[in-house]
C-alpha cells in the first residue's frame, strides 16, 4: 500500500475525477453515474486516510481539520444529488459543497509535508 503515501498523486487524481464526475451528475442524472461517483467517493476516503495517518505527525489538528472538511464535502455532493433525484431545491446545498471544496483544496494544498 505505499503507492498510497508515497505521493499525493492517486489521491487528487481522485478527488478531480469525483469533481469532474459530479458535475456531469447535476446536469444530467443517471444512475450508473450516480454509482461511478459513490465508487470515487470511497476511493477518496481511502487515499485521505492513508495520507492522514501518514502526515497528520507534523501538524495533527491542520490534517484533522482537513480530512473533517473532506468527508462534509463528500457528505454536500452526495445531499445535492440525492435533492436533485427527488426534485427538491438544491440551491444552498450546492453552494455549501463547492464552497467547502474549494476551503478542503486550498487547505490541502498548504499543508506542509506533502510531496
Request: charged share 10%; hydrophobic share 55%; net charge positive.
Amino acid at each position: 500500500m505505499d503507492f498510497l503515501t508515497s505521493s499525493t498523486h492517486v489521491h487528487i487524481t481522485t478527488w478531480v475525477v469525483a469533481v469532474v464526475l459530479f458535475f456531469i451528475a447535476l446536469g444530467k442524472p443517471s444512475k450508473g453515474l450516480h454509482m461511478a461517483l459513490r465508487l470515487f467517493y470511497v476511493l477518496i476516503l481511502i487515499t485521505g486516510f492513508m495520507l492522514f495517518v501518514t502526515f497528520d505527525s507534523l501538524n495533527p489538528m491542520l490534517y484533522g481539520f482537513k480530512m473533517l472538511g473532506g468527508i462534509l464535502t463528500i457528505g454536500l455532493m452526495e445531499m445535492t444529488l440525492v435533492r436533485k433525484k427527488k426534485g427538491k431545491g438544491t440551491g444552498g446545498v450546492l453552494v455549501g459543497a463547492v464552497l467547502l471544496l474549494l476551503i478542503t483544496i486550498i487547505l490541502g494544498f498548504a499543508l506542509p509535508g506533502i510531496a
